[in-house]
């Protein structure tokens, strides 16, 4: 089955709205063997959306809608696309006394607000989509041919609500047989550029992607190689996923850290527990950023005692105990300072593993010979110290998340052994 998603609001095309509800959409359905033909995002314009629907249903008969249900004057959703089926628009009483009850038992003294009656506006001969997430019900609407058009609410929480309980059953129903899916599964890396990454890979000769295509997408992160498998069941995709992807993994080495959503200082806080070993961090360019993604993490509390940002040289010495020779020799930016980062960190805070964070975030303060993007990264484990001198790209905030993302590894590294 093919499908277009059409997503309404002029915050969408002003940019002051990224498109969430149609990226949802996409990967809800491929679950199913649905694939979204097409995605377009529209104003609220009735002429507008009155278009791209009408050119949807013209190129695949099937297309949800995203926006446009309030009880605004810009909400034209409904009337646009009533007119499209030649379907009046008819006030439905229920739906007015839900809305009722649903003021009331918010403390509101009135009636129901005027506005919120247009809500109740139904075309006629539609099927109304059950919504337990808000106030604006989504409509099911079908012609003779069997065309249709789901109408969902835009706010993105009751629109992935209302398509997993109203819409996405009618959907399947629809489905012949064991659906042939589209299905993605992500391999996560960090510590190793996307062009020799791709080298390791190409120079395996022997690797049999069964079908499967890889897709090399770099972050600040790292890079994730993310294979998707098309017309095929579920349960050959996911054999298939864990061939290919066990070679992969091999060919990545301790560049992996996890699959999917797997985030790297939930990783990092795993092994730590299970080392029983707690963490303290010094950092100077990434001002708490590295502590902010430990802290994240939902529990890291019986691992992460704390942290220092050492911003100033006088915090350095003061607080993590760098030498102000060390400072004077080597500079604030320098593997030596970082090195005595992680140790004081680690020492004033009573923790095994300690951090320290040094560098150059920009967009000023480079030189020839410590350019902006230049960081020195630390870790100190039971008196083991270890410690790195990069260069990393991006502008002030990708630096500092990159230069967060390094320790993390550089600890993740060091736990497992291969640093």
């Known amino acids: ?98 809305l009722r009850q649903r003021w009331k ?33 989504g409509i099911w609407l079908e012609d003779e041919r069997g065309r249709w058009v789901a109408m969902l609410p835009g706010v993105p929480r ?37 062009s020799a990454l791709s080298d390791r890979i190409r120079n395996l000769q022997d690797l049999d992607f069964e079908g499967l295509e890889l897709a090399y997408l770099p972050g600040w992160e790292g890079v994730d190689l993310r294979l998707t498998a098309r017309g095929v069941t579920a349960q050959d995709a996911d054999a298939r996923f864990v061939r290919v992807g066990d070679a992969l993994k091999e060919v990545a080495g301790d560049h992996v850290y996890g699959e999917g959503a797997a985030d790297l200082a939930a990783s990092v806080l795993a092994a730590l527990r299970a080392a029983g070993k707690k963490i303290a961090v010094g950092e100077s360019c990434t001002g708490g950023m590295l502590g902010a993604r430990l802290t994240a993490v939902a529990g890291s509390s019986d691992v992460v005692l704390g942290g220092v940002i050492a911003y100033h040289n006088d915090v350095k010495m003061g607080q993590l105990g760098v030498g102000k020779q060390t400072l004077a020799e080597h500079g604030a930016v320098s593997e030596e300072t970082a090195r005595e980062m992680a140790s004081g960190a680690r020492a004033l805070l009573g923790s095994a593993v300690g951090v320290g964070i040094t560098g150059i975030a920009g967009p000023g303060g480079g030189t020839p010979d410590k350019p902006v993007g230049t960081v020195c990264i630390a870790a100190d484990i039971d008196g083991n110290v270890k410690s790195f001198r990069g260069s990393l790209v991006g502008d002030r905030h990708e630096v500092r998340q990159r230069s967060a993302q390094a320790a993390l590894n550089l600890v993740r590294r060091m736990l497992a052994g291969t640093a």
Not at 130 to 137: D, V
Not at 164 to 192: Q, W
């Open 1 to 98: 089955m093919n499908i277009e998603v059409v997503t309404i609001g002029d915050e969408l095309l002003l940019g002051f709205t990224i498109d969430t509800n149609g990226a949802h959409l996409a990967r809800e359905l491929s679950q199913y063997g649905v694939t979204v033909a097409r995605r377009a995002s529209v104003g609220d314009g009735a002429d507008e959306i009155g278009a791209a629907v009408g050119e949807a249903l013209d190129r695949t008969g099937a297309v949800i809608t995203t926006g446009g249900l309030g009880p605004t004057s810009d909400d034209r959703t409904k009337p646009s696309i009533a007119a499209l089926f030649g379907r009046e628009m008819q006030l439905d009483e229920s739906i007015v006394e839900s």
């Open 105 to 137: 038992s918010r403390g509101w003294p009135g009636d129901l607000p005027e506005s919120n009656r247009q809500q109740a506006l139904i075309p006629s001969g539609a099927t109304i989509l059950e919504n337990r997430h808000g106030s604006a019900p």
């Open 158 to 194: 009751e629109m992935r609500g209302m398509f997993a309980d109203s819409l996405l059953p009618l959907i399947r129903a629809r489905l012949p047989g064991e659906p042939m899916v589209v299905a993605s599964r992500t391999i996560r890396t960090t510590g190793i550029s996307e």
